[in-house]
């Protein structure tokens, strides 16, 4: 067994214990921490940090998410450090609320229930658990899916608030070549068994906040966001919500009907689907109060006093890089935006 090692968390003052033969990142996971984090592949910078004292050891990573200059200075991406002595780690970007209120990352095996085409490029897919037969997370949060035949897995958003009927619904984005992608149009079937781990991700509605909501999502950005808007419709929400979804055309409007009937539990909220390549000539008569054009331009033009709201986005990261210098411009706080930026997996420099 490999040597452990506590690492403590500031200005939380957390203690974990690592093994060297684990990132920190997973060991927080395995023992229900829920630090800050995003791709859990070296790609992005959401779990950065500063190491105030100790050895760590850093696996490849991309000098996007880490330049040279930080490494040098004691900044570490917590997804690819390994622990070889007692650590004392400062964070950088954390929700206390969101840490301490963490869940174990556990494995579970589950059977196909259904897999629907939404669009010629997204899918429903709903997956029974088999065991254990309770999977614990927050609405919004993600799974691992391992890829079968392979060692590798696939990250993918639950739409769900919860599990109580047994069962994980997921919307996926398929991707011409991609790894998952391809076995789910040419060998998955309904029945066949998959292993998920999880859950993972801190895109998770903060309720203790009672400021206006902003979603902004697109493609299979959905999927957080249903589960987040299906939370609040099942805690009986009168929060004021307003969520921008965009779409290349029509036809690429997803999950219409569950959207119509969230609209009947939640008292004070407005969907406002955004068009950006072509419409029907009436539009938006089949969605009023429906628009034409970039998700984030819609989001800049009707949304001139953001400061009071909080911003969740999600979705493909053009849509992500575009959003944050909206809101940046419309002098949105930092700690008022949240986002979870769908990456495609692929090798780190």
Not at 104 to 124: C, F, G, K, N, R
Not at 136 to 141: A, E, I, L, N, V
Request: glycine fraction near 8%; hydrophobic fraction near 40%; aromatic fraction near 8%.
């Amino acid at each position: 067994m490999a040597d452990e090692h506590v690492v403590r968390f500031e200005p939380v003052g957390i203690e974990i214990k690592a093994a060297e033969d684990e990132t920190v990142l997973d060991a927080a996971f395995r023992q229900g921490i829920s630090l800050m984090h995003g791709c859990r592949e070296g790609q992005c910078s959401a779990c950065k940090a500063f190491v105030l004292d100790g050895d760590v050891q850093m696996g490849r990573y991309s000098t996007f998410a880490l330049a040279d200059y930080e490494s040098d200075e004691g900044y570490i991406l917590m997804c690819r450090a390994h622990a070889y002595g007692d650590l004392e780690i400062e964070l950088e970007n954390y929700d206390e609320d969101m840490i301490r209120s963490g869940l174990p990352v556990v494995t579970a095996q589950t059977t196909i229930a259904s897999v629907t085409e939404l669009t010629h490029d997204i899918v429903h897919v709903r997956l029974a658990l088999d065991e254990p037969s309770a999977f614990r997370f927050h609405p919004g949060q993600y799974i691992d899916i391992a890829v079968p035949g392979t060692d590798v897995s696939r990250s993918f958003s639950m739409a769900c608030a919860n599990q109580a009927d047994g069962i994980l619904d997921l919307i996926i984005k398929k991707y011409p070549g991609g790894l998952f992608s391809e076995k789910l149009a040419t060998e998955l079937k309904v029945g066949d068994a998959l292993t998920v781990t999880g859950p993972y991700g801190a895109f998770t509605l903060r309720v203790s906040s009672d400021r206006r909501l902003v979603f902004v999502a697109g493609g299979a950005g959905m999927s957080a966001l249903l589960a987040l808007l299906r939370q609040m419709a099942d805690s009986g929400s009168d929060r004021e919500v307003v969520y921008y979804y965009g779409a290349r055309n029509e036809a690429d409007l997803i999950m219409t009907t569950e959207i119509a009937a969230l609209a009947e539990a939640l008292p004070n909220f407005t969907y406002v689907p955004c068009l950006s390549e072509s419409w029907p000539e009436d539009w938006p008569a089949t969605f009023p109060g429906g628009a034409t054009g970039l998700v984030t331009e819609v989001l800049r033009e009707r949304e001139p006093n953001l400061r009071a709201c909080d911003v969740y986005l999600c979705g493909p990261p053009p849509m992500i890089d575009a959003a944050l210098p909206v809101l940046e411009g419309l002098g949105v706080p930092t700690d008022q935006v949240f986002y979870d930026k769908f990456t495609i997996t692929a090798a780190a420099d």
